[in-house]
Each structure stands twice: as C-alpha cells, then as structure tokens.
C-alpha cells in the first residue's frame, strides 16, 4: 500500500527495554567490529588484489600476511608526525577527526538482528533507530565529505585543493543518483526506518522489486567511497594523493581508516535497502519456519552479505581502469541521475495507482525492472556502436592546437588535434638510412 510521507511507518525494532550498559555494550561492539572489519578488509583486498593480478600479496607477517595490517598500523603510529608552516593548523587537524567520526556514526542505525536476549533483557541488535532513520544515514555521509574538503583546503598546498575539489563535485554528482534511488525504494516500503525495510522484505528483497534502484545505487556507492575507477580525489598518477598528500601519521592514518569504514557503511547500507539486511537467503529462509531468522542466526547472514559487497568492490579495483573525469561525471549527471529519477517517477505513479485499485503492485514493479534493464543495456550498446563508428571516421573538421600557446603544456580540447609529431617526419630518412647502412655491409 502507497504510503504518504507523514504516515510513513514507525520502527519495528523494541528498545523500551534497554539500559545505559546495553546501549555501551552495542556501542563498543560496533566501533571494535568496524576497526577488526577493516584489518581484514586490508588483508582480503592485498590478498585477492594479488590473486588477481597473478602475484603472491604480502605473505611474510603473520599467518599468510595477515599481520602485515597490523605492522602498518605500528608503522603510523610511530611515525613523525609533521605539520604544515602554511596550513590552518585548526581546521588541518579537525578534517580527518570529521571524516572518522561520521564514518563510524553511520553504524548506530544499522540491524544486525532481530530481538535477542542478552543478558536476560529482550533488545534488538541495533543501537538506534527511528522513522527516518536512513535521512540521518545519508546526511552523516555528506558530512563525511567536509573531512576531505577541509583537509585538502587547510593544507594551503595545490594537489590537496585539487583532490578536494574533486571530492565536492564528485560527492554532489553521485550522491544525488544515490539519493534517488533510495527514494524510489522508501516510497515501495513505505518506510525510511532500517529496521522496517528489513521487514518489508519478508518475502521479496527490493533488489527484485526496484533492480534499477538497485544498479544507480551500486555504481553511486562505487563513487562516494572514491574507489577505482572512480578514484578521482586522490588520483597518484595526476594528484600524488590528492587530499591526504600533506597528511603523515596518525592523521593519515584517520582519513585512511574512514575510507574503509565508508566502505562497510555503503555496503550495509545497499544490505539493509535491497538485500532484506540480516535475514536469510533463499533457501535457508524456508527451512523449519524460519529457524535461521531467529536468534543470533541473522547476524552471521547480515556480515555475509555486507563481504559480498566488500569483495565486489575489490574485484572492480583489480578490473577496472581510472575514468577520465569528463567521463566520470557524464556518467553520474547524464546516466544514473536520469535513470534514477525516471524509476522514481514510475514507481511514484504505480505506488499512487496500487493505492486506489486492487493492483499488484509488486508484480508490475518487476516487470517494469525488467524493461528498464533492456532499454538501459540496448541504449548502452547502441552508443557503443556510435563511439567506434565515430573513432574510425576522423573528424576532418577538427583543428590544429598549440599545446604550449599558454607557456606551458595542456592537452587539447575536444574538436581540436596536436599537429604531427617532429619525430614522425624524421622516421622515414632514418629507416632508408639505416636500410642502406644494412645493404653495405
């Protein structure tokens, strides 16, 4: 049932048994899960990175290398700490304490369970929650984006300016597709609760009911955590490093670790909104009514499906190659914005539909998720067929360009072309030479 903003439903979740010391048990919990996730994340992504790329990964400290995450964090924090003559010392050292801090805020209002005992009390695991749950989730993370800012402006250096004014036009491009694909889904479930959509998805995970939801969601998440090959903001081969150039040590060391942490955060997050969060897959659902939906059971399958996420990101950093940043923004302005905002709109007018007539509205959504995936993938290969037919035919209009009319090298614009290379018009005097140097001898 189509459900208004105002009557939008309350969380499932129970806390009216809860007290201080249960609410500092699941508070130092998550911060230990996130800070232990993380080490491992380091491990998985080395180790498979190395898999990958057909080369061992570290393998000498520890069991299989496993260690080499924790040297690495001695390593920070017994390294020299510097700081900047010309940086503003206050906002540089306030930038990676923003970052971390909202990154591990994001974790308060995700499910890992249903109710449980713990301690004779009857509590959810899940610290908080409330009716809109997932706005306070989405404007954490855009807070988050202040850390890299503010850290690549107070540095007073140029690369980290560049990475930071990369990280705000890219974190505005994607988080709006991301935003409106979460929106489509709030408006099916009726809810903006975590634990509510865990329970909208009894018998159906939205990533079924709203898949083009689901794909804006996947690549925007891709780019909001500025991993390959969205990897602009702190792109090594143009910006060194691009916000955390200036940074040593332990404030290094923070923006790092908040990086990881987005990473889990957005891969709760797509858990929670499309995977049916800490509920079973199908067919462990559906055995014995239910069993491994009870209990502890749920945790193990939310952590799952939250390394599902974690190893495809992996496995697009070992794949994928850095986008050229017209490219990269194109794709979010013109591809994911539009896509999501007409999935929107579809939904909204069927939700509106389902609520006057005995519609299923389920049924229509997957349909219509069905044609949104052949129209998006018929589109996608017939501008792939424009862009070879375009690089076989040379655009004979295009210009000569001086790449050193400014004083110093630039590339050229699109429309215009570099003039012959010097060396091309020696190469053929060199060949016949060297061709006549041969017959001689």
């Not at 924790?70 to 003559?85: G, Q, T, V």
């Not at 209002?109 to 509590?123: L, N, Y």
């Not at 945790?299 to 017209?326: A, E, H, N, P, Q």
């Not at 007018?349 to 044609?371: E, H, N, P, W, Y």
């Amino acid at each position: 049932m189509f459900m208004l903003p105002t009557e939008m439903a309350q969380p499932v979740a129970d806390f009216s048994q809860d007290t201080w010391w249960i609410w500092l048990i699941k508070a130092v919990f998550i911060v230990l899960f996130l800070i232990m996730s993380v080490i491992l994340a380091l491990w998985v992504e080395r180790r498979g990175l190395g898999r990958m790329q057909t080369r061992l990964g570290p393998n000498v400290t520890g069991f299989m290398g496993f260690g080499q995450a924790f040297a690495d964090a001695i390593k920070l924090m017994i390294k020299e700490d510097f700081w900047l003559k010309g940086a503003d010392r206050v906002i540089y050292f306030l930038a990676p304490i923003i970052a971390a801090t909202c990154a591990f805020s994001i974790f308060a209002v995700m499910p890992f369970g249903p109710q449980v005992s713990m301690f004779g009390i009857e509590t959810p695991l899940q610290l908080a929650d409330s009716s809109v749950a997932m706005l306070y989730v989405l404007a954490i993370a855009a807070l988050g984006v202040y850390g890299l800012v503010l850290g690549g402006w107070s540095a007073n250096s140029t690369y980290p300016l560049l990475g930071a004014v990369r990280s705000a036009a890219q974190v505005i491009s994607y988080e709006l597709g991301m935003g409106i694909s979460l929106a489509s889904v709030f408006l099916i479930s009726g809810t903006m609760s975590t634990s509510s959509l865990v329970e909208s998805q009894v018998s159906l995970w939205n990533a079924f009911i709203a898949l083009p939801a689901f794909i804006t969601y996947f690549i925007s998440m891709v780019g909001e955590v500025n991993r390959l090959p969205f990897d602009l903001p702190e792109a090594e081969g143009e910006l060194v490093a691009g916000h955390t150039t200036e940074y040593s040590s332990m404030k290094f060391a923070w923006f790092y670790l908040s990086e990881y942490i987005n990473m889990i955060n957005v891969s709760a997050v797509a858990t929670v909104v499309f995977l049916g969060g800490w509920r079973a897959p199908w067919p462990l659902s559906a055995i014995n009514d239910g069993m491994f939906n009870e209990g502890w059971w749920p945790m193990l399958w939310f952590i799952i499906k939250i390394w599902f996420f974690m190893f495809l990101l992996v496995w697009i950093r070992g794949t994928l190659l850095r986008m050229r940043y017209d490219h990269f923004m194109k794709l979010g302005w013109k591809v994911l914005i539009p896509v999501a905002l007409g999935w929107l709109v579809a939904v909204a007018i069927i939700q509106g539909v389902g609520s006057f007539t005995d519609l299923d509205t389920r049924t229509i959504l997957i349909v219509l998720a069905a044609i949104f995936l052949v129209l998006f993938a018929v589109l996608w290969f017939v501008d792939g067929g424009k862009k070879d037919d375009e690089t076989q035919q040379p655009d004979e209009d295009q210009t000569e360009f001086d790449a050193f009319a400014g004083g110093f090298p630039a590339p050229p614009m699109p429309g215009q072309s570099l003039p012959p290379s010097p060396r091309a018009k020696r190469a053929p005097a060199y060949t016949s030479t060297a061709k006549e140097a041969g017959s001689d001898e």
